[in-house]
């Protein structure tokens, strides 16, 4: 059986529902945490779910940001300062990760036991725990004017990466490391890996590689 | 051990490396098929992995297109016709959907053979054997300065998902319906649930729920 909501019954579902609903819409979600800091030294930890790849050459990614919600903090230390890191979360503490979401006065790192460190005299701080961690700054923000979602675009400055999850042609091992990723508000869930492909061309048969 | 990577290095080098590398770094990403018809009528159907929530009031999804790439067709379709539709991919018909990448002539859907179907008047087509179709129309189109890169920005106008993965609370579950995530260019993966978590708030212990 299939279900149909069309615009107008979104719209006149419950809150909670249409939030629920439209958020799972795109599938599963790359979790990443990020970390920041403010010109007084104050860090800062949030999850987000809408980190993606903008290009290669040179190594640019997204993030969205949306202005009234919990990540504020965030947003604001990038503008403020500009630089910002990627953190990905393994199963050992996807916990603490959705639980930095909570509005701390204090820093999410001491409040939920995450360890911050530095690396490079980068100014961001870096999860500790994560096995792979990305150093970014900001080129460029954008407000969308269907509903002022904030664009922040990330120049990548340095990639700290767990060997064993590093495969010889520069791709990621996600299971080896441990990633885990997200769908909707708060459901987590890790990758239990099909297969690779080949480049596809008209006529070739794929093969896994 | 961890390998890193300064920005230097990376554009030292080769393109296939810092490709996969930093198209890995995001982790785990959304999967659609994304169908579109251009004014003759010539349906196409491409792979996206840069599709992501902006928002629920109003219904509103993001997807970041390369211009000088395989799927070209998709955004000139979107641009001509203001319409597109997103389209689940399940472990039946990962293989094709990857296979829709190549550079056909033909519509993908008869080249790799998946079937088109249309719902509600509405102008392209959907993916037949997809659990979840979102129909799409074109609110705001941006060019990123970085890499001219294009974010499209697309108003939900239909939702069709079947019932099995539908919660009570409008959220999806993303095993029953046999969706499938990828990581870097090629590679696929199910999704293999840890927990859903409760609200986060300072001083209250998470629970699973």
Known sequence: MIRH???ASILEAESFF????INSLSGYKSLNLIGTKNKIG???LSPFSQVFHIGATPPTVGVLFRPHTVERHTLENILETGFFTLNHVTEEF???AHQTAARYEESEFEAVGLKEVYFDNF???FVASSPVKVACSLLESITLQVNETVLVVGSI?????EDKGLNADGSLDLEKLGTVTCSGLDT???G???ARLSYPKPGKPLQEI
């Open 192 to 194: 239990k890996k099909l």
């Open 42 to 44: 104050t860090t800062n």
């Open 5 to 7: 909501f069309d615009k």
């Open 94 to 96: 996807y916990k603490e």
């Open 188 to 190: 987590y869930y890790l």
């Open 18 to 21: 249409r939030r629920d609903l």
């Open 157 to 161: 400055e340095h990639v700290y990466v």
């Open 123 to 125: 100014f961001a701080p």
